[in-house]
């Protein structure tokens, strides 16, 4: 399996968190995210470099990581401004993950329409093209979720696991590459929907089904598996984000 540049820490994938050039970036990206400083707006470097005691470089490195995700860019004579969202790099983790906290639910319901698009194909080629050692990948994530299944953080990463070795399986690059972006949405759904408390014993069945399919080598049932179980991760997050039933989404998915 080729590990993905998504998600090394450099622009364009997930940031590390860790230390303070991470938490810099963290930080300010989601200031931005949720409009504390407007599109079209100019960020006063001197300012802000005051208000948070770090040094210009820090600041500036911390801007040209935020700039390499669409969010800021430097205009001679203006300084660093604010980009519209339309220029925003939607299908960055970081991005994505910043947004979780202002749109929520919704924008999950809408990636895992996305996922739905994706991943059943994905599950098709990777049982036509896994190798003993992809299977061995998928069995050992699944096992740590079933360990890790009342810790929500945890589940979540082996959860994403699970997902990304898969997209690996399938021998397309693009696609393992895509996973980066179900990281963000796995991630927050996991943590989302079982720190309510809910469905902690069903996850399992779904992708043992998934598994199985792939081991056997079965692409038809690979498919249909994944179909089912994004199915069953769409209906969980709908009872989260509308739990009464009032709307924003059908709860389908396209065939």
């Known amino acids: 399996m080729q590990q993905s540049d998504f998600g090394s820490g450099r622009a364009g994938g997930f940031y590390p968190r ?9 930080s300010l990206g989601r200031e931005i995210v949720t409009g504390r400083y407007a599109p079209g707006a100019t960020i006063d470097v001197g300012a802000m ?38 220029s925003w790099n939607l299908l960055d983790p970081d991005v994505l993950r910043w947004q979780f906290g202002e749109a929520g639910p919704q924008m999950l319901v809408a990636l895992t329409e ?30 740590q979720m079933v360990e890790t299944a009342e810790d929500p953080p945890a589940h979540a990463a082996a959860d994403v696991t699970f997902h990304r ?8 690059d693009l696609l393992a590459r895509i996973g980066a972006v179900f990281d963000a949405v796995l991630r927050a759904r996991d943590e989302l929907v079982h720190r309510e ?21 079965d692409a038809g049932r690979a498919h249909d598996a994944m179909r ?17 039933g009032s709307g924003g989404a059908d709860g389908e998915l396209a065939a």
């Open 18 to 26: 860790r230390g303070l050039h991470g938490q810099l970036v963290d």
């Open 49 to 86: 470099q005051a208000e948070r005691e770090v040094s210009k470089t820090a600041l500036r490195e911390a801007l040209r990581v935020l700039a390499g995700k669409g969010l800021v860019e430097a205009r001679q004579k203006r300084g660093t401004i604010v980009r519209p969202e339309a």
């Open 114 to 143: 996305v996922r739905a698009i994706v991943e059943p194909p994905a599950a098709r080629l990777a049982a036509e093209r896994r190798t003993d050692a992809d299977v061995a990948a998928l069995e050992q994530a699944l096992e």
């Open 165 to 172: 070795v898969l997209l690996a399986a399938s021998g397309n």
């Open 197 to 217: 408390g809910r469905h902690l014993d069903d996850f399992r069945g779904p992708h043992e089904a998934v598994l199985a399919a792939i081991r056997d080598q």
């Open 228 to 244: 089912e179980l994004i199915a069953k991760s769409q209906s969980d997050t709908l009872e989260v984000a509308d739990p009464a």
